[in-house]
């Protein structure tokens, strides 16, 4: 059943009011990873519960304690958990979402301040009470800490299971990106991550190279001896075992990366090359490399001397940090141990005095989802609808670890419908929303509840 089409000449009449709403939003600079900004967070949680109660929507904020950041104790924001329509007949469906943002100021080469919405500013801010009847019951579930690793959500996902999540049909989250600015996505899957930090350390203090190079094991030489052996150039993980858990794409699944509308010059292309420096010509595997193959990555050294001019030292201690994206059957209790001894055994063939000291900092599991679901089939006709095209099927390379555990915790079938275009720019400078993607997102979603409401419970 198609949304009515009242519902999206609503939407479009609305649309002044919904910049208006989304300008107030951005100015709310909620920075979760840094303390200073924290009464922001909290400030952004208050807003959100207020215009959920405007619209009727039964709220509470849960309180999530208090943590410790940059040896200061905080208060966690308040998730914001909402419930409108109780209808037994209806699907019900969970909403999530996440009311924090990355650091973000004019002096890291944004054109404009980030946090004043420069698209639109006029409009009046009003609520219209179109008194139709919902196609689903709703419940929320959105939260302050997604940037900085959704502290405390699972444990409130578990504790709610069977209070304010019961009788949850399927789930939806809007929060990634089409493949390009052409054409619609729905995403099936997402990869894991295990986040390493390895510091190689060795003399007491930092030494002067003019008199003790060559005469020391220097921890600089050692570190990079041994990150130099984690992958290779063609993007082949070197640790044995970790790419060998992942099997071989079918015929039917590399046809879906075939179908997909992206080419090896759109990689080029989002990356802001002038050349191609793609690892292969081949689309669908550089599309796999992407989606469902692991990926290891070399991120940064910490410790070094990096600043202008020549400076001729030998560092006492440096770390560096990896990471490697996971897919299904990967996890990280099962890549962990490979990496850890891999790394020590290559390290004691260096040969080396030093000192070697391994770290996980952060770890999620991947996520994979039925997309031939019900609810994944809803979306489809939505997106035929509002865009008239069939969308794509993706997996995305990145992590959102909280999907994996509602769909663990809550046993329902997981969308992601992405609103974002490919060129949006996600936690970079500039980052931007077009204003054709949040309209038509807006009508989207609401398509896709009315298709969901006329599945049968």
Not at 198 to 210: A, E, K
Not at 335 to 361: R, W
């Amino acid at each position: 059943m198609a949304a009515p089409k009242e519902l999206l000449d609503w939407i479009d009449a609305s649309a002044p009011a919904f910049i208006t709403r989304l300008s107030e939003a951005v100015a709310i600079a909620s920075i979760s990873g840094d303390p200073a900004y924290r009464p922001r967070v909290l400030e952004m949680s208050n807003w959100l519960n207020k215009q959920l109660k405007a619209v009727g929507v039964i709220t509470k904020q849960v309180d999530m304690g208090k943590h410790i950041m940059d040896g200061q104790t905080l208060e966690l924001p308040p998730v914001v958990l909402g419930r409108i329509g109780e209808d037994p007949k209806k699907k019900t469906v969970l909403i999530y979402g996440h009311f924090d943002v990355q650091p973000a100021s004019q002096s890291d080469g944004w054109a404009t301040d980030p946090f004043v919405l420069t698209e639109e500013k006029d409009g009046r801010l009003w609520h219209h009470e179109t008194q139709t009847p919902l196609p689903v019951n709703l419940v929320f579930c959105f939260e302050g800490m997604e940037e900085n690793g959704s502290e405390g959500l699972d444990e409130l996902v578990e504790k709610e299971k069977d209070g304010w999540f019961k009788g949850v049909d399927c789930m939806c989250i809007s929060d990634n990106y089409w493949l390009n600015t052409r054409t619609p996505a729905l995403t099936y899957g997402l990869r894991g991550l295990v986040y390493f930090k390895i510091t190689v350390s060795g003399p007491g203090r930092d030494l002067h190279s003019g008199v003790f190079g060559r005469m020391v094991h220097e921890p600089m030489t050692d570190l990079i001896s041994l990150m130099s052996r984690l992958v290779a150039p063609d993007g082949t993980i070197l640790i044995p075992g970790v790419d060998d858990m992942v099997s071989a794409a079918d015929n039917e699944e590399r046809e879906i990366y075939a179908r997909l509308d992206y080419s090896v010059a759109d990689v080029d292309s989002s990356a802001g090359a002038t050349s191609s420096i793609t690892l292969s010509e081949d689309k669908v595997q550089t599309l796999m490399g992407r989606m469902r193959m692991p990926a290891l990555s070399l991120h940064g050294i910490e410790g070094a001397f990096s600043g202008p001019g020549a400076k001729t030292v030998i560092p006492a201690k440096v770390a560096g940090k990896f990471s490697i994206r996971l897919v299904p059957p990967q996890t990280p209790d099962k890549v962990e141990p490979l990496v850890k001894t891999y790394l020590e055994s290559e390290f004691a063939k260096l040969g080396t005095k030093s000192k070697l000291e391994i770290e996980l900092l952060h770890s999620g599991k991947p996520w994979l989802a039925d997309w031939k679901h019900w609810n994944f089939a809803a979306a489809i006709k939505a997106t035929e609808t509002i865009y008239k095209r069939t969308p794509d099927l993706t997996r995305e390379g990145g992590s959102i670890p909280v999907t994996l555990t509602f769909a663990e915790q809550l046993g329902v079938n997981v969308l992601l419908l992405p609103m974002g275009r490919g060129d949006d720019g996600a936690h970079s400078t500039n980052e931007k929303l077009d204003k054709s993607n949040y309209i038509e997102g807006t009508k989207l979603l609401g398509s896709y509840l009315y298709e969901v409401g006329a599945i049968a419970v």
